[in-house]
T-cell receptor, first 113, second 111 residues
Framework: SQTIHQWPATLVQPVGSPLSLECTVEGTSNPNLYWYRQAAGRGLQLLFY??????ISSEVPQNLSASRPQDRQFILSSKKLLLSDSGFYLC????????????FGQGTRLTVV | KNQVEQSPQSLIILEGKNCTLQ??????????LRWYKQDTGRGPVSLTI?????NTKSNGRYTATLDADTKQSSLHITASQLSDSASYIC??????????FGKGTMLLVSP
């Protein structure tokens, strides 16, 4: 069966510090991978998606970047965090064909102080 | 531009009552529509998924409907329980491109 791992679950970082959130998927190959952010009281905002290794599409300009060094690994990064980067970050994957499967990780609560 | 609109934004109901959440979308080409339940601080969990040819899909006390002509979907919750308190998110996928998310409906079931 397919599983998705996202870590860490919570993170408190000072302003200006770097960020690295990791997401890995097991039990499937060539998944579509996504990073979402959910600000308090708001819906999910798509940040990045990837349809293959090294292929990253950005939905909104921001202080973040994403990379996909391996087929089932998706990394969200920042060189210098801003207060506005605080939020709940979700990694998700969907099957590369048919889109009948889509699953989310458990999320990372990031607080920038 | 692909969009998914959900209503109401929030809802409070008494335990044991039924409720219906709405989802309107403008996504093309339509592939499928999903409803997710997201507990606070957790990742969304899939409730139902429907393709173009499916009008109704049930999962326990949850029943989703889809009208592909009017591009509307609803999620009906029967005999609500306190554990149903969560955010319910409608997600539509277009072909092989990205998923489009609604902002969710926050449901609170009170005793």
């Amino acid at each position: 069966s397919q599983t998705i791992h996202q870590w860490p679950a919570t993170l408190v970082q000072p302003v200006g510090s770097p960020l690295s959130l990791e997401c890995t998927v097991e039990g499937t190959s060539n998944p579509n991978l996504y990073w979402y952010r959910q600000a308090a009281g708001r819906g999910l905002q798509l940040l990045f998606y990837s349809v293959g290794i090294g292929q990253i599409s950005s939905e909104v300009p921001q202080n973040l970047s994403a990379s996909r060094p391996q087929d089932r690994q998706f990394i969200l990064s920042s060189k210098k965090l801003l207060l506005s980067d605080s939020g709940f970050y979700l990694c998700a994957w969907s099957s590369g064909t048919g889109f009948r499967k889509a699953f989310f990780g458990q999320g990372t609560r990031l607080t920038v102080v | 531009k692909n969009q998914v609109e959900q209503s109401p934004q929030s809802l409070i109901i008494l335990e044991g009552k039924n409720c219906t959440l709405q989802c309107n979308y403008t996504v093309s080409p339509f592939s499928n529509l999903r409803w997710y339940k997201q507990d606070t601080g957790r990742g969304p969990v899939s409730l139902t998924i429907m393709t173009f040819s499916e009008n109704t899909k049930s999962n326990g006390r949850y029943t989703a409907t889809l009208d592909a002509d009017t591009k509307q979907s609803s999620l009906h919750i029967t005999a609500s329980q306190l554990s149903d308190s969560a955010s319910y998110i409608c997600v539509v996928s277009a072909g092989y491109s990205t998923l489009t998310f609604g902002k969710g409906t926050m449901l609170l079931v009170s005793p």
